[in-house]
């Protein structure tokens, strides 16, 4: 069957750095996205990932392994705001999204 | 884990006609479906929110009379796309809230319907 594993829940502190990995299996891959989801609001687009590599976009960073079927988003410089839940989805050779159940961010001052 | 569900994942149909999508939560009730609308690798537009039993909320700029929604009952909600036009091609997604889960928030994604007008 087709699934993707990310953490439920993590915890950090702001200004710090965090990494929320995602690990998938799936038939076919066109690609990753990652959102950022807070509470009662509709997802944002974060990133998306199609080939392997860090893909920068301020503070945020994505990460693709095709080969290892892995992913993650690094937060830097964490700010109270980025308490939030993060969302990887992958895109199978279908085009269908088969999505994570979500990482829920806790930042502590 | 929570599964939902949408039929079919891909529908081609020419201009003028109408498309049915379902989104089933498949082993949880969901008091409350959404509908997104995806542009190509950008963020999800939320486009209505659907709760069983009432009327649908819609965003701001949503056509109400073009797309209907209806959730009558707690495991199915279905997003109709009247008179089609190439424009509203798209990838559409529903998402559900399990009414019974401790985290009221947390939403469970389809896999997406992508919808091709000709």
């Known amino acids: 069957g087709q699934n993707i594993d990310q953490p439920t829940e993590m915890t950090a502190t702001e200004g710090a750095i965090v990494q929320i990995n995602c690990t998938y299996q799936t038939s076919g891959f066109n690609g990753l996205f990652w959102y950022q989801q807070h509470a009662g609001e509709a997802p944002t687009f974060l990133s998306y990932n199609v080939l392997d590599g860090l893909e920068e976009k301020g503070r945020f960073s994505s990460f693709l392994s095709r080969s290892k079927g892995y992913s993650y988003l690094l937060l830097k410089e964490l700010q109270m705001k980025d308490s939030a839940s993060y969302l990887c989805?992958?895109?199978?050779?279908?085009?269908?999204?088969?999505w994570g159940a979500g990482t829920k961010l806790i930042i502590k001052p | 884990g929570a599964v939902v569900s949408q039929h079919p994942s891909w529908v081609i149909c020419k201009s003028g006609t109408s498309v049915k999508i379902e989104c089933r939560s498949l082993?949880?009730?969901?008091?409350?479906m959404f509908w997104y609308r995806q542009f190509p690798k950008q963020s999800l537009m939320l486009m209505a929110t659907?709760?069983?039993?009432?009327?649908?909320?819609?965003e701001q700029g949503v056509e109400k009379d073009k797309f209907l929604i209806n959730h009558a009952s707690l495991t199915l909600s279905t997003l109709t796309v009247t008179s089609a036009h190439p424009e509203d091609s798209s990838f559409y997604i529903c998402?559900?809230?399990?009414?019974?889960?401790?985290?009221?928030?947390?939403?469970?994604f389809g896999p997406g319907t992508r919808l091709t007008v000709l």
């Open positions: 659907s709760n069983e039993g009432s009327k649908a909320t819609y």
């Open positions: 998402s559900a809230r399990d009414r019974l889960a401790g985290d009221s928030d947390t939403q469970y």
């Open positions: 082993d949880f009730q969901a008091t409350t």
């Open positions: 989805a992958v895109m199978d050779s279908n085009y269908q999204l088969i």
